[in-house]
């Protein structure tokens, strides 16, 4: 009888083990404090940008905030004229001008930060220390160094390329089927288009993203901007900013 309970137990503690969650996002650049939060929740999180490249979305720019207040994007001029199908990918930057200028204006913008000097090194090579082109490298790479200043632990990995007739359900499970994923986090905007029935089906559950009940930090705008980059948290709190990606 113990032996069996003991067996039990050790097979279901093999089958937790395996348990993987997954979510899967396009890259931004550096993104806002709850896109690392999705990355945090899960075990493997997938860079999907073998999919179409949008313009004045988030993929190539984001928020800061200057000492006034104010709101400021920075935003790295990229090639698309004759790409308006081109996949995320596939996009490059025009020139490399837009290191210095956007490493120049956050130094501005944050000088008078708390944590401007532990901060101010790890941004000056991850701009002027890269020559990167490729939009989804250069978003990958600030994405995984911000990661370790959050001390975020996740796999990051990148998608593969799909069968032209995959719908953007079928894209979703060939990832989660290719790193054995049985749970996937989606934020609340696939609602409109995820068949939770396709992933059940499949034997995935689904779970749901919240971006909301986040706590207000040191910022030097009001009223307080939530959406903003991770580098604002940064500044202000330095490795502390890991704490303010917890709900209240």
């Not at 120049?104 to 000056?124: G, K, L, S, V």
């Not at 995935?204 to 986040?214: A, L, P």
Request: with cysteine; proline share 3%; glycine share 4%.
């Amino acid at each position: 009888m113990e032996m069996a309970l003991a067996s039990l137990v050790l097979a279901l503690l093999s089958w937790s083990d395996e348990l993987k969650k997954l979510a899967i996002s396009q890259s931004d650049y550096i993104p806002w404090k709850g896109y690392f939060d999705l990355i945090r929740q899960v075990d493997i999180f997938v860079l999907f940008d073998s999919v179409q490249y949008t313009r004045r979305d988030w993929r190539n720019r984001n928020k800061i905030v200057e000492p006034n207040g104010n709101l400021i994007w920075l935003s790295i001029p990229v090639q698309t004229k004759g790409k308006y199908l081109a996949n995320i990918n596939e996009i490059e930057t025009v020139d490399q001008g837009w290191r210095k200028q956007h490493f120049e204006t956050i130094r501005n913008c944050y000088r008078q930060a708390p944590y401007y000097q532990a901060m101010i090194d790890i941004f000056e090579e991850l701009y002027l220390l890269r020559s990167e082109t490729s939009l989804s490298a250069i978003n990958r790479h600030f994405i995984e160094r911000i990661c370790g200043l959050l001390n975020i632990k996740t796999k990051i990995e990148i998608g593969q390329s799909y069968p032209e007739e995959a719908d953007a359900n079928d894209k979703l499970l060939i990832e989660c089927k290719r790193f054995g994923a049985n749970s996937y986090m989606s934020g609340p905007s696939a609602a409109a288009y995820l068949d939770r029935d396709k992933f059940n089906r499949q034997g995935i559950d689904i779970e749901w993203m919240s971006y909301t009940g986040y706590p207000e930090y040191n910022q030097s705008r009001v009223p307080f901007e939530h959406q903003v980059s991770i580098v604002d948290l940064l500044f202000n709190h330095g490795q502390d900013a890991q704490n303010y990606l917890n709900k209240l």
